[in-house]
C-alpha cells in the first residue's frame, strides 16, 4: 500500500553485544531513516534476527556502495542476509489443482495492490482454471502429474520456476507432494497452505479426520515445504470455532475461508521479508 | 444466575418423525412452559439430542407422575434420558497436584455462584493445596500415588468420590493417569483438561513439544476421560496467539489462562445438562 | 451445500405454552422430518421463535394443503410466519459504488454454490465494475446518484428491484445513504455492511475515526437499513486486532477482510431464514 | 517470571536519522546485551519510541554512570525516557469497590509471581472484601465516598498512595468517577477497566446498553484515566461473542471474564514498561 521506495534488511546471525550498534551506526553513517525495525534475540537457539526497512531517498552514496559495506559487518557478524528493493517486486508463481478457493483469493489480493507482488505464472496438474487465469493475463500452464512422470512433471515445474525468474513458489491447494529434490532445491521458498491446525491431521483429508475426532475448532496452517511431509516451518496458523451441527463438509466449506485467510497472511509476511528461518521454526516480525 | 426452579430434560434417541412432537405434547399436556430448547438430529449417527428446560412452577401432576410417565415415551422410542432438578445442585469432586490456577478459578467460580454446583470435596496426590481449600471451608483429602500404591489410591479416591456422593470428578490439571477401571466405572462422569489442542501433543510436556514444533496458537482442550490416554470426547477447546518471542515458559503461562477458561466452560456445559454423548464426539447446546 | 429438497418454516409469536407441541404435532401427522430446529424464548419481549428444516420427501399431503393448514395454527397463536422452498434460490440484488471487495467475495461465493441464492443483478452508482459483473452474465445497471436527482435514483433502484424480482437488497460498501421511504418499504429485506464495530463510529470514515481514538480492536457490522442512520438491527459483527504500528491506511485494508467475511456470513444467515427480528434487535439461529 | 536482573529502557523522542544508532551505540560501548529490542517510528506524530531490556550483568561501569551519561543523549535528542530495575518491582494501589473479579484475579497473578509487582495496598469504598485481602497479608482501607465527602475522600485516596509509594493506581471496577485534580495529578499512571469496548457504551449499565442496542460481541477496554470520563489512552481492549439467548444478566457474566483478562494484561504491560504514551494513543510494546 505504501508507495514510499524502500530498502528492507533481513538478517540473522550468532546473538553477542553490539549487533545492533553496528548495523545502525552504519545506517546512520549514510544518513538511513529506518521507517521500521524489529529484533529478536532467541534464547533457544543463542541467534539474533534483525529487520530494517530504510527510506530508499535518504540513503546517501548508492545502494552498490552500501552492499559492498555491509557485507563487511555481515561477515563479521556471521550474518545471513538479504537486501530487498520495494521496486522490484518479488515474482510468484502459483501452483493449483481444481479447487479455486486460495486462487482466487491471492489473485485478487494481488490486483488490488495488497500483496505488492507479480504474480508470475500459474502452474496446475489440471486444465480447469485456465480461463479463469488467462482473463487476468496470467500466464497458465497444464503440466499433468501422473504416477509414472513425476520426474519429468517436476523437472517442468522447476524449469517454468525458473523460465519466469520465480521467487517463491505457492502450493494453494496443489494437493501433490513435490519431490524431495525439488523441496530440497528451494528452502524457504516453497510455501505450501495444509487444511489442518498441524501438527493435527497430518496427510490426506484433515477435515474428515477432524470431524471424527470431534474437535470444537478447526484450522489452516501455512508452512515451508521441506522434504519430510507437512512438518517444515509453520509461518502462520488459525483456527475457526465449529460445532455438533456441522458435517464434514461444513468443515471443508468453513476451513475454504481459513485456509485462504492464512496463506494470504502468510504470503504477505514472506513478500515483505518479515519471516526468518530459526532452526524448525521461524521468526515473523509482524 | 437464573433462580428460578427449574428441571432439565436431556434425552438422545434414533432419529424419527415424530419425537419433538411426542415430548413437547407431553410438556403441553402437564402445561410445562419451555425456557429453554434445543435439538440436534445427527446425519453421521442418525441419533437425535434434545435439551429442555421447564419452569418447574408450571408443570402440573407433580415430578414423580412426570418421571413415570415420560418413562413411556423415552422406552418407546428408545430413549437415553436424564431429568435434573436445578434444586438439586450437582456435586462435583476435583482433583489436583500442585499446580492450583485451575483450582483457584472453579473455587471461585463456585463461590460466586457462577456454576451452580456444590464443591463435594478436593482430592489431591500433594498436601501443598490444603491450607488454600480449607480456607474456604471444603474437605481436603491428600491421597499419596506412588508406583507401587496405585490400585489402593485409584481404590480411595473411587471411595471418596462415593462417600461425598459426587456427581462428577474434574481432573484440575491432575497430572496422573487414572486406572481404566476408573474411567470405565464413570463414563461421562469425569473430566479432564489437557493442555494442549489436541489431538496435537499427547501425553507429557505438551508446551514444550509446541515449542519445538514452531506452532503459532496453543490450546487446550477438556473431554471426558476414557481408558485411552487423552482420546475422550472432547467437550471444550480454545487456542491462544503466540509467537516467537515467547519462550517455552511463556507459553506455559499463557497456557493456564486457556486451560482455566477451556475447564470452566466444559464443566458449567456439563452441570447445566448442555453436554450429550454422540459415540467419540459430543453435542453440546450452548 | 445440501442438495436435498427442504422447507424451512421461520415463525414467531407471543410465548405460551403449547406452542412446539403444536407447530411440530402438525408436522408430525404430516410425516414431516425434521433435519433442524431452533428455538428461542425471549425473557425480555416475551416472544417466541422457530426456525424448523423439513425434508420435503417426507411430507403427505401436498405444499399447498401444508399451508393453508399451518395457516390456521398460525392464526391462533399470532404468528408472523415464513416458508421458503430450498428449490427456490433467493434473488439478491447488490448495490455496490467504486470499491469491489465484498462484491467480489460474494460474487465468487456465489459462483462456488457456497451462498445458495441467485445474483439478479448488480446496481452501481459508478460504472466501473462493468466489467468484472458482467464476465459473469450477472446484469448491470449504472445509476448514477447527485445530490440533484436523489428522488429520481432511489425510484429507479426500486424499480429495478421489482423488475428483477428482488427479495433481498444488499448494500456491499454501497457508500450512498437510502431514502427513508425506500428503507420503510422493504423491513428487513435491506442488508448494509457499516465498517465499523457499532455503534462505535456511525457515519463517515469509521476508520480514520478508530484510528484517531486509538482503539485495539477494529470491527465490521451488518445490520439490517432503517431510516435511522446505522442504528438497523445487527446480524453479525467481528473484529479484528490492529496495533500501534498500523496506519490509518492499514486498518482501511485490514477493515475489507472483516467486511467481506461479517456481511457474507450475515446474507448467508439471512438467505437460510435463519434471522428473525425481535424489535430492534435480531435473533439469529446458526 | 524471568529471575534475570535486567534494565528496562523505554523511551520517545522526535523521529530523526541516528537515534537507534545513538542507543545502541552507547549500550555496545558498556558492553549492554541486549535481551529484547522494540522500535517504533510514528507516521502520524513523527515521534519515535523504543524499548530495550538489557541484562544487568552484562553492563560495564554501574548503573549511576550509565544514568548520567544517557541523560546527556536524552537531553541532545529531546527525549521522553525512564529506566526500571527489575529488582525493584513496582508498587500497585488497588482500588476496588464491591464486585471481586477483578481483584481475585490479579491477586492471584500477584501471588503466583505472574505480574512480578508488589501489592502495596488496596482501597475501597466498601469494608466488603477486607477479609479476602487481609488474608493474603495485604492492607486494607476502607475509604468511603458519599456525595459530600468526595474532596476528603480522594485527598484520603492520594494520601494513602503516597504513603505506600505506589507507582501505579489500578481501578478495579472501583465505579467511583475520581476527581480531575486526582487524574491530572497522575497521567499515565491510573488504570482503569472499563466494561464495554470503548468508545460504545460510555458511563453506566454498559452492558444493559450493550443488550438495549442487539451487539453480537461484548467488549472490555483498559485505558489510562484522564479527567475526560472514559476517554483516555486504550491500553488493551478484548471482546467476546454472544447471542441472542442471552440475557443482560449473562452479558454482565461474560463480561467479567473479558473485564478480568484485559486488565491483567494491561496491567503486565505497563509493570514491564511496554506502555508508551502519544498523544491521546499508546504504544503497547508486546
Redesign the interface.
Known amino acids: 500500500?505504501?508507495t514510499e521506495h524502500t530498502y528492507t534488511l533481513a538478517l540473522s546471525c550468532p546473538d553477542r553485544?553490539?549487533i545492533?550498534?553496528?548495523v545502525?551506526?552504519f545506517?546512520?553513517?549514510r544518513?538511513?531513516?529506518?521507517?521500521?525495525?524489529?529484533?529478536?534475540?532467541?534464547?533457544?537457539t543463542g541467534r539474533f534476527?534483525m529487520r530494517n526497512v530504510i527510506k530508499a531517498s535518504?540513503l546517501e552514496g548508492g545502494i552498490e556502495s552500501f552492499v559492498t559495506a555491509f557485507g563487511q559487518i555481515a561477515s563479521s557478524y556471521e550474518m545471513n542476509w538479504r537486501l530487498s528493493d520495494s521496486r522490484q517486486k518479488k515474482r510468484v508463481v502459483l501452483l493449483v489443482s481444481k479447487q479455486?478457493?486460495c486462487l482466487?483469493d491471492l489473485m485478487?489480493r494481488w490486483r488490488?495492490g495488497?500483496l505488492g507482488c507479480d504474480i508470475a505464472c500459474v502452474i496446475s496438474n489440471h486444465d480447469d482454471l485456465r480461463k479463469y487465469v488467462e482473463?487476468h493475463d496470467v500466464p497458465y500452464f497444464h503440466v499433468p502429474v501422473t504416477p509414472d512422470n513425476k520426474v519429468e512433471a517436476y523437472a517442468e515445474i522447476d524449469r517454468l520456476f525458473g523460465e519466469h525468474r520465480g521467487d517463491v513458489m505457492v502450493l494453494a491447494r496443489y494437493m501433490q507432494i513435490l519431490s524431495p529434490q525439488l523441496c530440497d532445491k528451494y528452502p524457504g521458498r516453497i510455501i505450501n497452505i495444509h487444511h489442518s491446525?498441524?501438527?493435527?491431521?497430518i496427510g490426506a483429508r484433515p477435515y474428515h479426520q477432524a470431524?471424527?475426532?470431534?474437535?470444537?475448532?478447526i484450522?489452516a496452517t501455512s508452512h515451508y515445504v521441506t522434504s519430510e511431509l507437512d512438518a517444515g516451518?509453520?509461518?502462520?496458523?488459525?483456527?475457526v470455532r465449529i460445532?455438533?451441527?456441522d458435517?464434514?463438509?461444513?468443515l471443508v466449506?468453513y476451513g475454504r475461508?481459513v485456509e485462504k485467510?492464512v496463506l494470504s497472511r502468510a504470503l504477505k509476511y514472506h513478500l515483505e521479508d518479515r519471516v526468518l528461518l530459526?532452526g524448525?521454526?521461524?521468526?515473523?516480525f509482524?
Open positions: 500500500m505504501n553485544v553490539g545492533v550498534a553496528a545502525s551506526g545506517l546512520a553513517d544518513q538511513g531513516w529506518i521507517l521500521e525495525s524489529n529484533h529478536h534475540a532467541d534464547q533457544d534476527f535518504s479455486d478457493h482466487v485478487y488490488s495488497d482473463w491446525f498441524l501438527p493435527s491431521f470431524f471424527d475426532r470431534g474437535v470444537k475448532l484450522g516451518p509453520i509461518i502462520e496458523q488459525d483456527v460445532d455438533h451441527g458435517t464434514a463438509e461444513d466449506r475461508d485467510n530459526n524448525k521454526r521461524t521468526v515473523v509482524r
